[in-house]
């Protein structure tokens, strides 16, 4: 098991205060990580260091958007003194915006790209330059279905976790002879509160997404853990540029007839 092992790693952690993301650093906790998580509000992080210190985690928070470059750059310089490095960078903050491509505000458009594309590619140009020093690295990006598949309302949402594939292969691309993996986790539905308001009980959408999943459930934010942990892990040390779907199967079915078990 030592090729899952995260001991002596520090793992960097954007939104890991709630939802998909504590989800992962709590298991790369578990593997051995030290945390470091960061967020934008300050009660979410209060309760969310409280719970990693409650089950005995070594977890530091830091209150920044990962869209504004000049201080995430005073950020992760700080970080990176305060824990002697970061080993494994995990970029899951996003947010989702749901409405008609028809109305959506262009603010509001540019606002999901910001936050879920061009935040990641600020934090992994600050945090890379390290990797490549150390000449070893880990860079997860948290993709989506929504990378690969469109639907109704979530234009934004969807062009920025396309983006956010390319951004995997790309950084993979460039950075795998210096011994950093760049790889993506692409969630399927899960239950969690960005999915709240389209899982209430006798929402059809509910109803739809059960019925589209050959697992026949929703995702529960520990079903995340084994591919973040892979990910993070020398288990994956040859693995470039791929995105894990963990989805219950919805990508891999074009869905069956009501009257089909
Ligand atoms: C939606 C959902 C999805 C999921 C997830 C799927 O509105 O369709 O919020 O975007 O959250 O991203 O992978």
């Known amino acids: 098991m030592e090729l899952f092992s995260l001991k002596n790693k520090n793992a960097l952690i954007t939104g890991g205060t709630h939802g998909l993301g504590m989800a992962m650093a709590e298991a790369l906790a578990i593997a051995g990580a030290k945390l470091l998580i960061t967020g934008t509000t300050p009660h979410k992080m209060k309760d969310a260091l409280a719970y990693y210190h409650s089950k005995g985690y070594d977890a530091r928070g830091y209150l920044f958007d990962v869209t504004d470059e000049t201080e995430a750059a005073k950020q992760v310089e700080k970080i990176t003194a305060e824990a002697s490095g970061i080993h494994i960078l995990v970029n899951n903050a996003g947010i989702i915006k749901r409405e008609s491509a028809l109305t959506m505000p262009v603010s509001d458009f540019r606002k999901v790209v910001d936050v879920d594309l061009v935040g990641p590619f600020i934090i ?27 639907r109704n309302s979530v234009s934004a949402y969807a062009a920025a976790k396309g983006g956010l594939k390319m951004l995997t292969r790309n950084l993979a691309t460039e950075w795998a002879k210096y011994n950093i993996q760049v790889n993506g986790i692409g969630p399927g539905y899960f239950a969690t509160s960005q999915t709240e308001p389209i899982r209430v009980d006798g929402n059809p959408f509910n109803e739809f997404i059960i019925s589209r999943t050959p697992a026949g459930r929703w995702g529960n934010p520990e079903d995340l853990a084994g591919a973040a942990v892979f990910l993070a892990s020398k288990a994956s040390d040859f693995v470039n540029g791929q995105i894990i779907y963990v989805d219950g199967g919805i990508l891999a079915t074009i869905g069956k007839p009501s009257n089909e078990e």
Do not use: A, F, P, T
């Open 124 to 150: 992994s140009q600050l945090v890379v330059k390290q990797m490549i020093e150390r000449k070893e690295g880990k860079i997860i990006n948290i993709c989506s279905m929504m990378s690969e598949l469109g």
